[in-house]
């Protein structure tokens, strides 16, 4: 700038000194760049990281763990959709619910859901890990689940490789897994309620509206005979 004012002489010294300059703020500007970048890809993908996890959490129903309407009804259509093998469909209601919850609170109404929830999911967990397994060892297909919270006491199952005598077994032991589950009241005394359960065999390819509609029919006869109840439907047509 001081050759061009005519401050100091024009030379090739000059010029060569103008030519590093110019070199060394390219440098910087191409560093702060790099800097730059760097910083707004951590900021995309911290975004991307957390939106995943905003999805993932948008799906989940905070009380129990397990999916909610939400998140369980794309998923049981996707297997449905995709699935030729024996598909079950369950659905699982906490008896007397709302009477249950007006007479001990939401506070025991809530930890009930909670401890429910823990039991469906560590089933479930247990047998898609034992699927994997023998699936491997035995080239061979196991039971394998999905389950989710669709409202209040009410549970949504999705087996797959499973007859209906066999969901049969399984919605029994449920049962009486549920009558050992306890929550306990501030005076220490421990209470517990009961649930009844709606069996259908389910087609490939079937609407899950229809599905859904069919399984709720199912456990509404059930619960017609009382408390603790299992009823199972072979044909939802």
Do not use: C
């Not at 090739?12 to 707004?40: K, P, W």
């Not at 939106?51 to 297997?79: A, C, M």
Request: net charge positive.
């Amino acid at each position: 700038a001081l050759m061009w004012l005519g401050f100091v002489e024009a030379s090739m010294t000059t010029l060569r000194l103008l030519l590093i300059g110019i070199a060394i703020e390219v440098m910087l500007l191409s560093l702060l760049i790099g800097y730059r970048f760097g910083d707004l890809k951590k900021q995309a993908l911290s975004l991307g990281a957390d939106k995943t996890k905003y999805q993932t959490l948008n799906k989940i129903d905070h009380l129990t763990g397990l999916y909610n309407r939400q998140g369980l009804i794309p998923t049981l259509k996707s297997i449905i959709d995709s699935s030729t093998k024996d598909l079950i469909l369950l659905e699982v209601n906490i008896d007397d619910f709302k009477k249950f919850n007006s007479i001990h609170g939401h506070t025991l109404s809530d930890q009930l859901l909670s401890e429910f929830g823990n039991l469906l999911e560590l089933k479930i967990k247990r047998d898609n890990l034992a699927a994997e397994l023998i699936d491997k060892e035995k080239n061979t297909t196991y039971r394998r689940g999905v389950v989710g919270r669709i409202s209040g006491g009410e549970f949504i199952i999705l087996l797959s490789n499973t007859s209906l005598p066999q969901s049969k077994l399984y919605a029994e032991r449920l049962i009486r897994d549920f009558q050992n589950l306890y929550v306990t009241k501030k005076d220490g005394s421990k209470i517990s309620t009961t649930i009844s359960i709606g069996v259908i065999n389910v087609e490939p390819k079937r609407e899950i509206d229809d599905l859904l509609i069919a399984v709720k029919n199912t456990l509404n006869d059930a619960k017609k005979k009382g408390l603790s109840q299992l009823k199972l439907q072979l044909d939802i047509n």
